[in-house]
């Protein structure tokens, strides 16, 4: 076992982001996941900047803004698997465009723009995000900084708390058996994979309660079809039906989906909470950091959660 003197628990985009950040602040940093970063809910993710299922706002937008940075300036490097992408956000029925939409220069859509059966909608550029490729670039950045991955699981923060002076805990839904936090929930989100017959832009509905999620988020040999969010929904078994569901639901907005085959379906537990528990607290000579439920924002908020550990860290061992 590499001794580390900061042990992240988690292998998802938090946990990934904050170990290579935590590295390249210069401490030894070991991540400690029982799940590798391929199997994570991560790995699932669309993925795209946009604040969805999280708060509070004040804190989202800080961090959010960070991160769009970030993964902008990321984008310049194919290998990241980071893209800048233009698309849109579409309602059903009459709406303002999100607060968020300011950060990214959304502007409002033509009426001759608008898909089928939308009344308004609103175009932006911003980070797409090929999640299996850009886990595996933050891996090799880690390791570059001379971090390190270990797979283990821990079935009690204390037993986390004797590997390292600092611990991490970058659980996602797992931090309501962890960190026994009941205002964390699984909120399961499928996507179905499919060839790209040629897409380019991405698609969101983003029709105020609307009961399906239908999103579209293009790479370059693939579409990500979404997507379900099922509040306290655990299991994470692939349905048939529910892809098929997800397929007719694209296919409707993009008819050039039709017949498109399927790679296969991805399935991940959004943490959603009341807000992002950001926090640390001292176990005696140890320092306890949460950084978790981050809902359906996790690449969102990813390096400015990160990047706020740092800062922690940095304030608490040298207040020490």
Same mark, same amino acid.
């Given at each position: 076992m590499v001794a580390a003197s900061a042990v992240v628990i988690g292998a998802g985009v938090s946990g990934l982001t904050t170990a290579v950040?935590?590295?390249?602040?210069?401490?030894?940093?070991?991540?400690?996941?029982?799940?590798?970063?391929?199997?994570?809910?991560?790995?699932?993710?669309?993925a795209m900047w946009v604040p969805y299922l999280v708060g509070p706002r004040d804190l989202v937008d800080r961090w959010s803004r960070r991160t769009l940075a970030e993964l902008t300036a990321l984008s310049a490097d194919a290998d990241t698997g980071v893209r800048l992408t233009e698309g849109?956000? *579409?309602? #059903?029925?009459?709406r303002e465009m999100p =607060?968020?939409?300011? &950060?990214? %220069?959304? @502007?409002?859509?033509?009426?001759?723009d608008l898909r089928d059966g939308y009344v308004t909608g609103w175009r932006y550029r911003a980070p797409l995000v090929d999640m299996p490729r850009y886990l595996d670039h933050l891996r090799r950045r880690l390791?570059?900084?001379?971090?390190?991955?270990?797979?283990?699981?821990?079935?009690?923060l204390g037993e986390a708390l004797r590997q390292a002076p600092v611990?991490?805990?970058?659980?996602?839904? *797992?931090? #309501?058996?962890?960190?026994?936090?009941? =205002?964390?929930?699984? &909120?399961? %989100?499928? @996507?179905v994979v499919v060839e790209n017959p040629g897409i380019d832009t991405f698609f969101c509905d983003d029709t105020p309660g609307?009961?399906?999620?239908?999103?579209?988020?293009?790479?370059?040999?693939?579409?990500?079809l979404g997507g379900t969010a099922e509040p306290g929904h655990w299991d994470l078994r692939p349905d048939e039906d529910a892809a098929r569901e997800i397929v007719r639901r694209c296919t409707a907005v993009e008819p050039r989906l039709a017949g498109a085959r399927v790679i296969g379906q991805r399935v991940g537990l959004r943490p959603v909470r009341t807000g992002v528990?950001?926090?640390?607290?001292?176990?005696?000579?140890?320092?306890?950091?949460?950084n978790y439920g981050h809902g359906g924002a996790g690449v969102t908020l990813s390096w400015g959660c990160a990047r706020e550990v740092v800062d922690r860290v940095r304030a608490a061992v040298g207040a020490t």
């Open positions: 950040c935590l590295a390249e602040a210069g401490l030894d940093v070991r991540v400690d996941t029982d799940r590798l970063p391929g199997a994570t809910t991560s790995a699932a993710a669309g849109t956000h *579409e309602s #059903r029925v009459p =607060a968020w939409g300011t &950060v990214v %220069g959304a @502007l409002p859509c033509p009426p001759e390791e570059r900084a001379g971090g390190t991955v270990r797979q283990c699981r821990y079935d009690t611990i991490v805990n970058c659980t996602g839904a *797992e931090a #309501r058996f962890l960190a026994g936090d009941p =205002a964390v929930d699984a &909120v399961r %989100g499928r @996507l609307a009961e399906e999620l239908t999103c579209i988020c293009p790479h370059a040999d693939a579409v990500a528990r950001l926090t640390h607290e001292r176990h005696g000579d140890r320092l306890l950091v949460h």
